[in-house]
């Protein structure tokens, strides 16, 4: 995942969430349809939310829908939205008004525009997303391999070309544009009274500009029909089995003056002695999710003989655990952390730790749970020699066969 620190311009999310999706049925708009008890708009936000490396984020919701999106928001921290722009007669409408209103902040740089009935992107393709543009890019897209074979027909129905598999690729969001130019491309658009692009790739292919591909995620489908709900919510006629994982980590101390815990950087008199960032308390969590998996541990993952891991934002490591779950058709039920050490205090940093946990695996904040404690200046953490934490994960899987 990104650092604040890495040589990045700006970046800013844009979330398109004006649309009414009445294809899927039910009489509400799909992005403020439930899955796992939370708004889908709410599930596509919360990895953006975890990325660090985007400052501000745009919401373009429909015209009426403001109590809508002021549900969907409960709980979740605003501190980085822009106040939401209502949204135009098209897609292609709407994202430039989002534009326009990050305009009005003052923003320049990179943006990721996303469909909000996306809701399962990951946090690693957001990451992929800026990654690719990088700091000259114009505009990068993620694109998965067309499995089906493709035939173009001709107005009577009849097949008129079959076009070569390998040449094919489906697009997918969240799409990463220069901001400029893709707003001049919207601008340019606009004044020639063209509005039938369905997305913002198109778009600047037709400005001119050349547009790159990166690997999508099978898994970050867009919920478009009724039956895209179901599967999202449980697999058809399988149960959903609750099972529990633990995690445990610990880290001496050593030469530093900070430590990260939960993903929250906490001043201290030391560090600890680590090959990644050394979060014990991410460790611990991540290792009880992939423990209620069956899935190998964190070291079978991110290996620390691979020097590609070395100072790792264990931010990650996390995600990629909290993914793997939804992968299989899961959901997390509970995530309970409990940190041992003599200092430093957890307590006043313990809602914020809270936050980050609960942004970095897409959970509300009422599935986090974090505890601290001592153990009576007894043993190495009683010594203050390093602390420890202890993770158990509530997961529901679809029942196997």
């Known amino acids: 995942m990104?650092?604040?620190?890495?040589?990045?311009?700006?970046?800013?999310?844009?979330?398109?969430?004006?649309?009414?999706?009445?294809?899927?049925?039910?009489?509400?708009?799909?992005?403020?349809?439930?899955?796992?008890?939370?708004?889908?708009?709410?599930?596509?936000?919360?990895?953006?939310?975890?990325?660090?490396?985007?400052?501000?984020?745009?919401?373009?919701?429909?015209?009426?829908?403001?109590?809508?999106?002021?549900?969907?928001?409960?709980?979740?921290?605003?501190?980085?939205?822009?106040?939401?722009?209502?949204?135009?007669?098209?897609?292609?409408?709407?994202?430039?008004?989002?534009?326009?209103?990050?305009?009005?902040?003052?923003?320049?740089?990179?943006?990721?525009?996303?469909?909000?009935?996306?809701?399962?992107?990951?946090?690693?393709?957001?990451?992929?997303?800026?990654?690719?543009?990088?700091?000259?890019?114009?505009?990068?897209?993620?694109?998965?391999?067309?499995?089906?074979?493709?035939?173009?027909?001709?107005?009577?129905?009849?097949?008129?070309?079959?076009?070569?598999?390998?040449?094919?690729?489906?697009?997918?969001?969240?799409?990463?544009?220069?901001?400029?130019?893709?707003?001049?491309?919207?601008?340019?658009?606009?004044?020639?009274l063209l509005d039938g692009f369905t997305d913002d790739a198109a778009l600047m292919e037709w400005a001119g500009h050349p547009v790159a591909t990166f690997q999508g995620d099978p898994a970050n489908v867009k919920l478009t029909h009724a039956a895209d709900f179901l599967r999202a919510s449980a697999q058809p006629g399988k149960a959903l089995v609750t099972r529990v994982g633990t995690g445990y980590d610990v880290h001496a101390f050593g030469p530093g003056d900070h430590v990260w815990l939960g993903g929250v950087r906490i001043g201290h008199d030391q560090g600890v002695i680590a090959h990644s960032d050394g979060d014990v308390a991410l460790h611990a969590l991540t290792d009880a999710l992939l423990g209620a998996l069956a899935d190998g541990d964190i070291g079978t993952h991110f290996p620390p003989s691979d020097p590609q891991w070395r100072g790792a934002a264990s931010a990650q490591f996390l995600a990629f655990a909290a993914q793997r779950v939804r992968e299989r058709g899961g959901r997390i039920d509970l995530l309970d952390l409990t940190v041992v050490c003599e200092a430093p205090k957890i307590g006043p940093h313990r809602e914020v730790i809270r936050a980050e946990i609960a942004a970095i695996a897409g959970l509300p904040l009422g599935k986090v749970a974090i505890k601290a404690t001592t153990s009576e200046r007894m043993g190495f953490t009683g010594r203050r020699e390093g602390l420890v934490a202890f993770g158990t994960a509530t997961i529901r899987l679809p029942e196997e066969d």
């Open 2 to 192: 990104l650092r604040q620190s890495d040589a990045l311009p700006p970046v800013a999310a844009l979330l398109v969430a004006a649309g009414r999706g009445l294809r899927a049925g039910d009489g509400e708009p799909k992005q403020y349809r439930l899955v796992d008890g939370r708004p889908v708009l709410a599930h596509a936000l919360t990895p953006f939310l975890a990325e660090p490396a985007i400052e501000r984020i745009a919401i373009v919701i429909g015209e009426g829908d403001e109590a809508r999106y002021a549900n969907a928001m409960a709980g979740i921290d605003g501190s980085r939205l822009v106040t939401p722009t209502l949204g135009g007669a098209t897609r292609q409408a709407s994202v430039r008004r989002g534009l326009l209103a990050l305009s009005r902040e003052g923003f320049d740089g990179i943006v990721l525009v996303h469909d909000a009935a996306r809701p399962f992107v990951s946090r690693a393709q957001i990451s992929a997303a800026i990654h690719r543009l990088g700091a000259g890019g114009i505009a990068a897209i993620p694109a998965l391999p067309v499995t089906d074979t493709v035939k173009r027909t001709s107005a009577d129905g009849h097949v008129a070309e079959t076009p070569p598999r390998d040449q094919l690729v489906t697009v997918q969001t969240p799409q990463a544009f220069r901001f400029r130019p893709l707003l001049e491309a919207h601008e340019a658009a606009e004044a020639a």
